[in-house]
């Protein structure tokens, strides 16, 4: 356990990892409910330890979950592989079910749990009659392996195609947490960031706290402390003063949708800041891997703006600070027009002023292109 | 004592109130430290209990600071002045320039107290050899009921003046806190909300909850209630996505300074409201006293943004909430510049569009025009 001041910091933050080889292996999640307090990493062997996890968002983030999800289908078959007496996985079925169940249901609306654990059973599927318990096991290591691989090579794609366009000296500004602690790599606009740090660009990162949870403030300024890139928190509505005294020269954000014309719906703030970069001059940046883009939504008009729980606003971090009956607006995110977007980096690269044209041609050169 | 649910609020909220006459009265102050969860007023009769109460933060807002400390005065003198044996007031000095000191020490940067504090000390000094101890309390009584008036005067015209500025129908934004808990009025830009409510306008506020101190959530918000004005509470990022979605119709706030062309420096997050106003098409409008207008600054570009303490952004209401030793960027407030003001609203009237021009034309007019 790691105190996070400065001085003592593990030189990488990660939210998930295999650790060990078939037989002695077992995950390892970072405790995301004890930060930005206490880096602590589960060490977790037992398929229900994991369920637990996930349902008290110790591991969070939607590539991360599937990640973990697909490791914890071998740790729960190890064992039994190893006891069992069939010659054939086949054996393993009802086991294999019970531990699909167990995980899916965790996270019912996780889309990314569910894909990867599709992926293992249909590897399973496709195995379990020709290969032994343990072979059909280390069969669905590989592949969970490849589920988190893939991802880490994602993350490392976009990083590498966003790096680029970072200031080389200056500042840059980022919302909510798009870092390793959501995915299996080094995050989406925060890969970016420690990319081009790692590049030698000397930027200072300035990380929004983003209410009302604050992933700014919890995750960003931690992993950034981590990996050593300089890093400034300040309160959401501090972006604009700090644009206008000449601080920040570039901005770059994460995605929860992209529209087929570029119109990209994010965590709330992020078309405030779009607005208030166009109004000083400075690019917008947007990091998001392929598969963030919805083509079904012709334009942001179509997103439905959720609503979270007032007491997100009215009760941070369980502290009562407003009249307890107060209305509120707690929209989960807003749409940030494609007009006011610079450009879109993904791990095929980079839609520069996004447009439903440019938009569809990345489509069509990723057709076209073998998967990683 | 209240809780504060909006079924059971009283008609209106107040930071000061003398209650009573010479003899048997006594100050009234709203306990602002336990805002919003309890409504508490305290009944205050001794100078000391006051000087807690202004060093406690139990009265805050500058104008209310001033009233407060003439009426302590009042208080600390009315007992010495029944038990005085001595024909003329003279024989209080010692008692008068103790009072002083103790209440002028209390908030040694409080302008308005210090001005308040010597307007009485004048009166005192111009009539303690002519009246006597009892008469001098009378008319101490007297001067500070006047300081009190005033400022309610003054605030009166604001809201009057600004009321006609809201839309009859809409959303209306507004930052910070500029009640009257911060004055001894309706307050500056919540008081031509209240007017404009109370004209039969049919405005709905929506109340940005002001990081890192959260004024709007403690106090804008439970003023409102108060006075029977919709309010829907909302985080600071929340402004661009609410004004895109066509919900504001105008935004209004206070100001701390105004410079000589109508750049005005008010709280954090003011700029960044100022530039998604102008984005979408909404007016900005700012409410602030004459006495708000600094003319020694010719623009907001001579003004020393101050930066506040660190821990205000990194724990939040006092729980830990990003790494301990992270940098913190938190500016106290930032500088709008009058182009993106629609108007500013004082008690002498509006400027439309301010320029430097404007300002000084509404100085003049100040000058040749009579003391409220």
Avoid at 48 to 77: K, S, Y
Wanted: aromatic residues 4%.
């Amino acid at each position: 356990m790691t105190k996070p001041d400065s001085a003592s910091l593990p030189a990488t933050l990660y939210g998930v990892r295999w650790e060990g080889g078939l037989d002695d292996g077992h995950l390892v999640l970072l405790d995301q409910t004890r930060l930005p307090k206490d880096v602590v990493y589960l060490q977790v062997r037992d398929i229900e330890v994991l369920r637990t996890a996930i349902c008290d968002l110790a591991v969070r983030g939607a590539p991360a979950i599937g990640i973990a999800g697909a490791f914890g289908i071998v740790l729960h078959l190890v064992p039994l592989a190893k006891a069992a007496k069939a010659t054939t996985a086949s054996a393993l079925d009802t086991a294999y079910a019970h531990a699909h169940e167990r995980l899916v249901s965790s996270r019912p609306t996780a889309v990314n749990l569910r894909w990867a654990l599709e992926r293992m059973r249909d590897c399973f599927d496709r195995h379990s009659s020709h290969l032994t318990p343990l072979e059909m096991c280390a069969r669905l290591l590989m592949e969970a392996k490849r589920i988190h691989r893939e991802d880490l090579e994602l993350c490392r794609r976009i990083a590498e195609n966003g790096a680029p366009l970072m200031p080389q000296g200056g500042g840059v500004y980022t919302h909510c947490n798009t870092g390793a602690l959501a995915t299996g790599g080094v995050g989406t606009a925060l890969g970016c960031l420690v990319e081009a740090h790692n590049r030698g660009r000397k930027i200072q990162v300035f990380s929004g706290e983003t209410r009302p949870l604050l992933q700014g403030a919890r995750l960003t300024a931690l992993e950034l402390q981590h990996a050593k890139v300089p890093v400034t928190l300040c309160c959401d509505s501090a972006a604009a003063s700090l644009m206008a005294r000449g601080k920040i020269q570039a901005v770059i954000v994460g995605a929860d949708r992209i529209c087929a014309n570029g119109d990209t719906a994010n965590k709330i703030g992020t078309y405030s800041l779009a607005v208030l970069a166009k109004h000083h001059g400075i690019p917008f940046y947007v990091a998001a891997p392929y598969s963030t883009f919805d083509l079904s939504l012709a334009d942001g008009s179509l997103i439905h703006i959720e609503e979270r729980h007032a007491d997100e606003v009215r009760r941070p971090h369980g502290v009562q600070m407003s009249p307890i009956d107060v209305p509120v607006s707690n929209p989960a995110f807003d749409v940030t027009p494609a007009a006011l977007i610079t450009a879109i980096v993904t791990e095929r690269g980079v839609i520069d002023h996004p447009t439903r044209e440019r938009v569809a041609a990345l489509m069509r050169d990723q057709a076209s292109e073998p998967a990683v």
